[in-house]
């Protein structure tokens, strides 16, 4: 099993420009996450999924969106890139249900708006 | 608001010098708190959660304690393949969706 694949691993943006995180998961988990990791900082919730076509927002969900279509897939994107947005980004998975589950991350995106 | 904090930032120990790591937490109603560890590069990876106070998890030369304030990390004869940042994050009852992390603590194990 792969458990959660997150790509690219890398990535420039020009500021004003767009992209999107990909992020799948093999596990056949219900809920899925992204945080963003900054340095010095704890990692921030920025939106989760508890199923396909249910997401809400995290603690820091400005300047993002993500869609939900599948179990296996929950991209995230980026629509106008702005400095505040560089950061490492990881995608994460969990059971779901009790709510005490933990959860399984990718090895993230490191993103660099210049 | 729910909160973490992780001391020290970073701690330096020569390998079979034993040590611990703290994470003291404000939750309103604990579900969990967790235990990860972060190498460089990677992601967060799963090692212990614990559910109520005084209740204590083991693995290999780790071992995680939980009172009602704070999570002790205990690592004993640490080797340089401890070397790593480890991270605390809390779950309230109130929001199963979602973990509080802390800033974490960077270790480094000297041979």
């Known amino acids: 099993n792969a458990g959660v694949t997150q790509t690219p691993k890398f990535r420039i943006l020009k500021i004003g420009q767009s992209m999107t995180l990909q992020c799948t998961q093999d596990?056949?988990?219900?809920?899925m996450y992204w945080y963003r990791q900054d340095p010095g900082m704890g990692l921030k919730l920025i939106y989760y999924?508890?199923?396909?076509?249910?997401?809400d927002k995290g603690e820091v969900p400005n300047g993002y969106n993500v869609s939900r279509s599948t179990t296996e897939d929950f991209p995230l994107r980026l629509e106008l890139a702005a400095p505040s947005q560089t950061s490492v980004y990881f995608c994460?998975?969990?059971?779901?249900?009790?709510?005490?589950?933990?959860?399984?991350f990718g090895d993230g995106t490191r993103l660099s708006i210049l | 608001e729910d909160q973490v904090t992780q001391s020290p930032e970073a701690l330096r120990l020569q390998e079979g010098e034993s040590s611990s790591l703290n994470c003291s937490y404000t939750?309103?109603?604990?579900?969990?708190l967790f235990w990860y560890r972060q190498d460089p590069g990677k992601g967060p990876e799963f090692l212990f959660t614990?559910?109520?106070a005084g209740e204590e998890k083991e693995k290999e030369r780790l071992k995680a304690t939980l009172t009602k304030k704070e999570s002790f990390l205990h690592i004993t004869a640490p080797k340089p393949e401890d070397s790593a940042t480890y991270l605390c994050?809390?779950?309230?009852?109130?929001?199963?969706?979602?973990?509080?992390f802390g800033a974490g603590t960077r270790l480094t194990v000297k041979p």
């Open positions: 994460a998975s969990s059971p779901g249900g009790s709510g005490n589950q933990p959860q399984h």
């Open positions: 596990m056949n988990h219900n809920y």
């Open positions: 999924s508890v199923g396909a076509g249910i997401t």
């Open positions: 939750v309103s109603g604990l579900r969990g």
């Open positions: 614990l559910y109520s």
């Open positions: 994050a809390v779950q309230a009852e109130y929001n199963n969706n979602d973990m509080r």
